[in-house]
């Protein structure tokens, strides 16, 4: 009986208090050129829930990625709005969408960008700031130095790649 006033609060705790919010919305990128200078290389890192709800929305149906069979097209759609390269003419690049690795905990996505070295290029990197104004998003460039990453708000303009 004398642990009834403790085994009550903790209900009470559990059952009162605001579950805790997703301690972080972030995508990571990392860009390379390859090595006929032709093609940047991007390998993303996105929470798969948080893919899976952007993806629904726009098929209008919930899309589940290791499941679906659109769910290659739905992505590289996806990333063509959110991942924009684009170049001195500022017309977006096209984007290849090559692979993916779904995973629960994280999933890789794989693609390549048309793009020449030695041209300026500029980047929008919106992915999932549809869902969470939040939406931090980070770029590694690896032709850069390695503290140089690119951070990506919600309503920021393109940055110079």
């Known amino acids: 009986m004398k ?3 403790l085994v009550l609060a903790l ?4 059952v009162v208090l605001p579950a805790p919010a997703h301690p972080n919305h972030s995508a990571y990128a990392e860009m390379a050129w390859s090595s006929d200078g032709d093609t940047l290389q991007v390998s993303l890192q996105v929470v798969p829930e948080e893919l899976e709800t952007a993806l629904g929305n726009l098929a209008g149906r919930r899309v589940v990625l290791d499941r ?3 769910a290659r097209v739905l992505v590289q759609s996806y990333l063509q709005r959110h991942f924009v ?5 500022r017309e977006p690049r096209p984007l ?3 692979g993916l690795e779904v995973d ?3 999933t890789w996505l794989y693609f390549t960008v048309a ?4 041209q300026a290029f500029s980047l929008e990197f919106t992915l999932l700031q549809d869902l969470n104004a939040g939406q931090v998003n980070r770029l590694r460039r690896l032709w850069t130095s390695p503290g140089d990453t690119l951070l990506f708000h919600a309503g920021d303009a393109p940055r110079a790649l």
Do not use: K, N
Request: charged share 30%.
């Open 115 to 118: 793009a020449r070295r030695g």
């Open 3 to 5: 642990l009834l006033p």
């Open 104 to 106: 629960y905990q994280e």
């Open 85 to 89: 390269v684009r170049g001195p003419d």
């Open 11 to 14: 209900v009470l705790a559990v």
């Open 68 to 70: 679906d069979p659109d």
């Open 96 to 98: 290849t969408l090559l």
